[in-house]
């Protein structure tokens, strides 16, 4: 396979290469999870560029430009992302061919929310626990493997599909990135240590997002809930966990969290909720509501069979399902 | 059905997660439940289990929603024997240590927190085997347990943003290497000269939940010939 190269000119706020996260026991060990913040994006961008859903792409913030050595398919996906080929504004969510020197460069409408670019073939980078995500915070990942997002000049090395496919999500399919409908919450962990009122408080109140967000969790301010003095000892913390710490403050739990952790935890953000949370920026409002985990699992069935239909379909067109 | 009593508790965690929270008289107890636990489902080899994650006395279930929901992991418990460490399960570390070595060096500190004096608090730390409760917060950091009760000493009152790789740290009753240079609010004792954390793998010591782990007081000279052979 032809390698080609790929030169960051300019990487906006933060750039990243993700994919869907290390191996699922390395957090026994301590790894944090990692991958991509919102999964559902970065599997989307993928499939446009007919790669497996979990190949690594970028994740950035902030506007961004780049140059290709070679021809190479590229998709970018994300919220009100506007999206250029050599100055020639072009859709998001559809694959582009670009040709040897083109540059591509995308800005999204509001600061802070996560742009994944997808390329058809493979990012050349080591591999730490399966993945080839770069973890800023333990200084693991990328091409020293030292945690170092990707600055200006650096070159990503990548292994070239030969074959362009041509897709394009249709309207309906795109996500749905608005926080009108609360997120949906499990509701577990230390819930019935939370006086009920107090939980009621929380499922009623509206969570601004801080300037506190992180890849580790993003910090919501609001409505404080109490929470009686008891010893927790540090426990293992899911993606989407809703703790509070000392302040009654809630921080939402994501990718790059530490793998155990000893606030007091009211539940979790459903999996399939999370890539909205993951979007929102400083200022942004936030509201949950309480699911049962068979429900909560239901509907992630069901969203999952919605999914698997797009990815499905560019086979059955070519015919491969028959 | 006699596992049950040992289980205290269990919860939701997610979509995809169940957390087990375990009975015993000491943390020790619940750990050693946690752990057996743990090794009963890994004995198991269920394939839609994705991750165990253990805490000081829990144990976080994390599942294959396509092919598991909690109903699955409920029977699953029922029906899972804990199970005991076998002798070759785990592994003894001695680990040295430059006690009060530049960069990591609380022993004042310590000694005004505890009454004790330096040469006391460093026999304490190494008259006894540890064991590793669990692994996590990092790659490669082990919570160890539990100090002798003369040597609890709260957190500092404010972390430091900057602890050396490989400090040897003691709060409340736990101890713990740094295996890379990150914020901490523990007390350091000093450091040890073995990489416990790196990102190639070639660590000489992985120390996993179980494991057993003794410290071995060396001095300066000592220190640097064994960070040189293990740069």
């Not at chain 1, 058809?120 to 693991?140: C, M």
């Not at chain 2, 570390?93 to 004096?117: F, M, N, Q």
């Amino acid at each position: 396979m032809p390698m080609g190269e790929i030169a960051i000119t300019e990487p906006g706020l933060q750039l990243l290469v993700v994919d869907a996260g290390r191996d699922t026991h390395a957090q026994e060990t301590g790894y944090c999870a990692s991958g991509a913040l919102d999964q559902l994006s970065f599997e989307l961008v993928n499939w446009l560029c007919e790669n497996d859903l979990d190949a690594p792409a970028l994740e950035c913030m902030g506007e961004m430009q780049l140059s290709v050595s070679a021809e190479t398919t590229v998709a970018v996906g994300g919220p009100s992302v506007s999206v250029w080929q050599n100055d020639e504004p072009v859709p998001a969510w559809q694959s582009h061919s670009l040709q040897a020197g083109d540059t591509l460069r995308v800005k999204p409408a509001r600061m802070g929310t996560k742009t994944y670019i997808g390329f058809g073939g493979i990012i050349d980078l080591p591999v730490v626990q399966g993945s080839k995500s770069i973890v800023t915070r333990e200084g693991v990942g990328g091409r020293n493997n030292d945690g170092a997002s990707i600055k200006s000049g650096e070159v990503l090395l990548v292994e070239l599909h030969q074959h362009h496919p041509q897709r394009a999500l249709k309207d309906n399919e795109k996500p749905d990135y608005s926080l009108e409908k609360p997120l949906d919450v499990v509701v577990g962990y230390q819930h019935e240590h939370f006086d009920n009122w107090q939980q009621q408080l929380f499922f009623a109140s509206e969570y601004q997002v801080t300037n506190d967000i992180s890849r580790m969790g993003y910090r919501l301010k609001g409505q404080a809930i109490a929470y009686p003095d008891t010893d927790l000892y540090s426990e293992g913390i899911n993606c989407g966990a809703i703790q509070f710490p000392g302040d009654g403050q809630p921080i939402i739990m994501l990718a790059d969290r530490q793998t155990l952790g000893g606030y007091p935890k009211i539940g979790c953000v459903a999996d399939y909720d999370l890539y909205r949370l993951a979007q929102a920026v400083p200022g942004d409002t936030i509201t949950f509501q309480s699911i049962s985990s068979d429900n909560a699992r239901a509907k992630w069935l069901l969203r999952h069979r919605l999914e698997e239909r797009i990815f499905d379909s560019e086979d059955a067109d070519n015919g491969d399902d028959t | 059905m006699q596992f049950f009593g040992r289980i205290k508790d269990i919860q939701p965690a997610g979509i995809d997660g169940v957390i087990i929270y375990f009975h015993g008289d000491t943390l020790t107890e619940k750990n050693e439940a946690v752990q057996a636990m743990a090794r009963g489902l890994k004995a198991r080899r269920l394939s839609w289990i994705k991750s165990l994650i253990a805490g000081y006395d829990s144990l976080l279930v994390l599942f294959d929603l396509q092919r598991a929901d909690t109903h699955l992991v409920y029977r699953t418990l029922r029906q899972t024997s804990p199970r005991e460490a076998s002798q070759d399960e785990h592994s003894h570390y001695e680990l040295p240590v430059w006690y009060g070595a530049s960069g990591a060096d609380d022993l004042a500190r310590i000694s005004e927190k505890t009454g004790l004096s330096e040469a006391d608090i460093i026999g304490l730390h190494t008259n006894q085997t540890f064991k590793v409760f669990t692994v996590g917060f990092a790659p490669g950091f082990a919570y160890m347990g539990e100090l002798d009760e003369a040597l609890r000493c709260p957190r500092l009152a404010s972390p430091r943003k900057k602890v050396p790789a490989g400090a040897v740290a003691i709060a409340d009753r736990q101890t713990a290497v740094y295996p890379s240079e990150s914020p901490g609010g523990w007390n350091l004792l000093g450091r040890c000269p073995l990489p416990l954390f790196k990102a190639d793998g070639t660590q000489p010591v992985t120390l996993r939940a179980g494991d057993t782990v003794t410290f071995l007081e060396i001095d300066e000279a000592r220190f640097r010939e064994l960070a040189d052979a293990h740069g």
